[in-house]
């Protein structure tokens, strides 16, 4: 079984940064990919930032490159997202999302959503001038 929950959204100004995290209080994922997922009002959940569990290996959306960074703390079974220089854009709710076990190498970036198929109930980020 694996549950999954996010902390750590709030309100901050743009400019500002915010430290995701996600509890996996399940079985360990040890050879899976974990990602984290915005859906903005309106919008379609979009991944932004992903980590193969096995080697710690990740991947960015280009609309987060450079400002948000995914790790794992594998001895707390936890995954975090720290967000900085945020922007209005980043509204929205952030998700914690695992894909199943994966058998040899795995590109985290390439799985469809439907790959992960465990998901946290999510945490709000609201971004203001």
């Known amino acids: 079984q694996v549950n999954l929950m996010e902390s750590g959204g709030g309100s901050v100004q743009a400019g500002w940064s915010l430290r995701l995290s996600c509890n996996n209080s399940g079985v360990i994922l040890n050879r899976n990919c974990m990602a984290w997922f915005h859906e903005a009002p309106g919008k379609e959940r979009e991944g932004v930032a992903f980590i193969y569990t096995r080697d710690g290996s990740t991947a960015y959306a280009d609309s987060v490159n450079g400002r948000f960074t995914i790790s794992r703390d594998t001895a707390e079974n936890m995954v975090y997202l720290q967000t900085n220089k945020l922007k209005p854009g980043d509204n929205g709710t952030y998700y914690c999302?695992?894909?199943?076990?994966?058998?040899?190498?795995?590109?985290?970036?390439?799985?469809?959503?439907?790959?992960?198929?465990?998901w946290g109930q999510g945490t709000q980020v609201s971004v203001f001038w």
């Open positions: 999302a695992a894909t199943a076990f994966i058998l040899g190498r795995a590109r985290c970036d390439s799985q469809p959503i439907s790959a992960f198929i465990y």
